[in-house]
Protein backbone atom coordinates (compact mmCIF):
# COMPACT_ATOMS: atom_id res chain seq x y z
CA UNK A 1 0.00 0.00 0.00
CA UNK A 2 1.23 3.06 -1.21
CA UNK A 3 1.11 5.99 1.34
CA UNK A 4 -0.81 9.29 -0.63
CA UNK A 5 -1.16 13.35 0.46
CA UNK A 6 -4.19 12.76 2.79
CA UNK A 7 -6.70 14.74 0.43
CA UNK A 8 -5.66 12.12 -2.23
CA UNK A 9 -7.49 9.15 -0.90
CA UNK A 10 -11.35 10.19 -1.23
CA UNK A 11 -12.64 8.81 -3.69
CA UNK A 12 -11.41 6.71 -7.24
CA UNK A 13 -11.52 10.21 -8.85
CA UNK A 14 -9.86 12.20 -6.55
CA UNK A 15 -7.07 9.25 -6.01
CA UNK A 16 -6.56 8.86 -10.15
CA UNK A 17 -5.84 12.85 -10.51
CA UNK A 18 -3.64 13.10 -7.58
CA UNK A 19 -2.01 10.00 -8.83
CA UNK A 20 -1.86 10.65 -12.77
CA UNK A 21 -1.93 14.81 -12.58
CA UNK A 22 -1.17 16.92 -9.48
CA UNK A 23 1.73 18.40 -9.70
CA UNK A 24 2.93 17.36 -12.99
CA UNK A 25 5.08 20.00 -14.24
CA UNK A 26 2.91 21.01 -17.34
CA UNK A 27 3.85 22.92 -20.62
CA UNK A 28 1.06 22.84 -23.10
CA UNK A 29 -1.65 25.55 -23.26
CA UNK A 30 -4.64 24.50 -24.17
CA UNK A 31 -4.16 21.95 -20.53
CA UNK A 32 -2.65 25.10 -18.32
CA UNK A 33 -5.88 27.01 -20.21
CA UNK A 34 -8.07 23.80 -19.16
CA UNK A 35 -6.59 24.23 -15.26
CA UNK A 36 -6.64 28.30 -15.17
CA UNK A 37 -10.33 27.86 -16.34
CA UNK A 38 -11.18 25.14 -13.63
CA UNK A 39 -9.53 26.77 -10.46
CA UNK A 40 -11.65 30.22 -10.95
CA UNK A 41 -14.37 27.48 -11.04
CA UNK A 42 -13.09 26.29 -7.85
CA UNK A 43 -13.01 29.45 -5.79
CA UNK A 44 -15.47 29.01 -2.89
CA UNK A 45 -16.22 25.14 -3.65
CA UNK A 46 -14.36 22.09 -3.01
CA UNK A 47 -11.94 20.23 -5.47
CA UNK A 48 -13.95 17.22 -5.68
CA UNK A 49 -17.33 19.55 -7.06
CA UNK A 50 -14.97 20.57 -10.02
CA UNK A 51 -13.26 17.41 -10.61
CA UNK A 52 -16.97 15.52 -10.91
CA UNK A 53 -18.20 17.81 -13.48
CA UNK A 54 -14.44 18.44 -15.63
CA UNK A 55 -15.45 16.50 -18.44
CA UNK A 56 -18.92 17.80 -18.76
CA UNK A 57 -16.97 20.93 -18.85
CA UNK A 58 -14.53 19.79 -21.39
CA UNK A 59 -17.78 19.37 -23.60
CA UNK A 60 -19.36 22.77 -22.91
CA UNK A 61 -16.35 24.48 -23.67
CA UNK A 62 -14.81 23.40 -26.55
CA UNK A 63 -12.09 20.87 -25.01
CA UNK A 64 -10.70 24.56 -23.60
CA UNK A 65 -9.72 25.91 -26.60
CA UNK A 66 -8.51 29.26 -25.76
CA UNK A 67 -9.38 30.62 -29.07
CA UNK A 68 -12.88 29.60 -29.17
CA UNK A 69 -13.42 30.51 -25.64
CA UNK A 70 -12.48 33.98 -26.43
CA UNK A 71 -15.19 34.18 -28.98
CA UNK A 72 -18.39 33.54 -27.03
CA UNK A 73 -21.11 35.84 -26.84
CA UNK A 74 -23.68 36.77 -24.73
CA UNK A 75 -25.90 34.21 -26.23
CA UNK A 76 -23.22 31.67 -25.49
CA UNK A 77 -22.90 32.47 -21.85
CA UNK A 78 -26.60 32.48 -21.21
CA UNK A 79 -26.83 28.86 -23.17
CA UNK A 80 -23.94 28.06 -20.60
CA UNK A 81 -25.85 29.57 -17.44
CA UNK A 82 -28.83 27.15 -18.55
CA UNK A 83 -25.64 23.95 -18.79
CA UNK A 84 -26.91 21.81 -14.98
CA UNK A 85 -24.26 19.73 -15.85
CA UNK A 86 -21.48 22.42 -15.14
CA UNK A 87 -21.47 25.12 -12.29
CA UNK A 88 -24.05 27.95 -13.34
CA UNK A 89 -22.29 30.94 -11.73
CA UNK A 90 -22.46 34.01 -14.59
CA UNK A 91 -19.95 36.18 -12.89
CA UNK A 92 -17.51 32.78 -13.32
CA UNK A 93 -18.86 31.88 -17.26
CA UNK A 94 -18.09 35.94 -18.24
CA UNK A 95 -14.84 35.80 -16.48
CA UNK A 96 -13.85 32.36 -18.44
CA UNK A 97 -14.82 34.70 -21.57
CA UNK A 98 -12.93 37.36 -20.46
CA UNK A 99 -9.86 35.08 -19.22
CA UNK A 100 -9.69 33.20 -22.47
CA UNK A 101 -9.30 37.02 -24.28
CA UNK A 102 -6.18 37.81 -22.07
CA UNK A 103 -4.82 34.33 -22.45
CA UNK A 104 -4.52 34.87 -26.12
CA UNK A 105 -2.90 38.22 -25.38
CA UNK A 106 -0.04 36.72 -23.51
CA UNK A 107 0.41 34.21 -25.85
CA UNK A 108 0.85 37.20 -28.80
CA UNK A 109 2.96 38.66 -26.02
CA UNK A 110 5.30 35.80 -24.50
CA UNK A 111 5.11 33.19 -27.77
CA UNK A 112 2.77 30.93 -25.01
CA UNK A 113 1.68 31.51 -21.84
CA UNK A 114 3.41 28.41 -20.95
CA UNK A 115 6.42 30.99 -21.43
CA UNK A 116 4.64 33.56 -19.29
CA UNK A 117 3.74 31.56 -16.40
CA UNK A 118 6.50 29.34 -16.07
CA UNK A 119 9.04 32.81 -16.28
CA UNK A 120 7.65 33.36 -12.76
CA UNK A 121 9.60 30.43 -11.28
CA UNK A 122 12.68 30.23 -13.78
CA UNK A 123 10.89 27.23 -15.73
CA UNK A 124 11.90 25.34 -12.89
CA UNK A 125 9.00 23.82 -10.25
CA UNK A 126 9.64 24.78 -6.35
CA UNK A 127 10.28 21.83 -4.38
CA UNK A 128 8.81 22.14 -0.89
CA UNK A 129 9.14 19.32 2.03
CA UNK A 130 5.71 19.62 3.80
CA UNK A 131 5.34 16.55 6.14
CA UNK A 132 1.54 17.76 6.79
CA UNK A 133 -1.33 18.81 4.90
CA UNK A 134 -1.61 21.49 7.88
CA UNK A 135 1.61 23.02 6.68
CA UNK A 136 0.64 23.57 2.84
CA UNK A 137 -0.02 27.00 2.06
CA UNK A 138 -3.11 28.98 0.87
CA UNK A 139 -1.23 31.23 -0.78
CA UNK A 140 2.39 33.19 -0.93
CA UNK A 141 4.32 35.83 -1.95
CA UNK A 142 4.76 34.38 -5.40
CA UNK A 143 1.16 33.23 -6.09
CA UNK A 144 0.28 36.82 -4.59
CA UNK A 145 2.57 38.45 -7.05
CA UNK A 146 1.92 36.57 -10.51
CA UNK A 147 -1.84 37.32 -8.85
CA UNK A 148 -1.27 41.27 -9.06
CA UNK A 149 0.17 40.47 -12.65
CA UNK A 150 -3.26 38.74 -13.97
CA UNK A 151 -5.18 41.24 -12.73
CA UNK A 152 -3.25 44.19 -14.14
CA UNK A 153 -3.61 42.46 -17.48
CA UNK A 154 -7.28 42.16 -16.96
CA UNK A 155 -8.02 38.84 -15.74
CA UNK A 156 -10.68 37.76 -13.48
CA UNK A 157 -10.93 35.27 -10.73
CA UNK A 158 -7.42 34.77 -10.27
CA UNK A 159 -6.99 36.07 -6.96
CA UNK A 160 -4.00 34.68 -5.00
CA UNK A 161 -5.09 31.24 -3.37
CA UNK A 162 -6.69 30.56 -6.86
CA UNK A 163 -3.11 30.88 -8.42
CA UNK A 164 -1.10 28.97 -6.00
CA UNK A 165 -3.51 26.21 -6.47
CA UNK A 166 -3.14 26.55 -10.13
CA UNK A 167 0.66 26.31 -9.53
CA UNK A 168 0.22 23.12 -7.36
CA UNK A 169 -1.87 21.44 -10.12
CA UNK A 170 0.52 21.67 -12.68
CA UNK A 171 3.09 21.43 -10.98
CA UNK A 172 5.21 24.28 -10.83
CA UNK A 173 5.53 23.82 -7.22
CA UNK A 174 5.65 20.29 -5.88
CA UNK A 175 3.46 20.31 -3.10
CA UNK A 176 3.19 16.59 -2.49
CA UNK A 177 3.80 15.66 1.23
CA UNK A 178 7.71 13.85 1.44
CA UNK A 179 5.95 11.13 2.69
CA UNK A 180 3.69 10.85 -0.12
CA UNK A 181 4.75 8.26 -2.93
CA UNK A 182 4.39 10.83 -5.80
CA UNK A 183 6.63 13.25 -3.95
CA UNK A 184 10.60 11.87 -5.09
CA UNK A 185 8.46 10.56 -8.60
CA UNK A 186 7.23 13.95 -9.38
CA UNK A 187 11.00 15.33 -8.74
CA UNK A 188 12.23 12.85 -11.28
CA UNK A 189 9.85 14.52 -13.71
CA UNK A 190 12.45 17.37 -13.61
Known amino acids: MCKRCDWG ?3 DLMIKYHDEEWGVPLHDDQKLFEFFV ?3 FQAGLSWQIVLNKRENFRLAFDQFKPEIVARYDQEKIDELVQNKSIIRNKMKLAACVNNAQRFIEIQKEFGSFDTYIWGFVDCKPIVNAFKTQ ?3 PA ?3 LSDRISEDLKKRGFKFVGSTVIYAHMQATGM ?3 HLVDCFRYSEVQ ?3
Do not use: A, F, I, R
Request: negative net charge; without cysteine.
Open 173 to 175: VND
Open 139 to 141: KTE
Open 9 to 11: TKN
Open 134 to 136: SEL
Open 38 to 40: LEG
Open 188 to 190: KLY
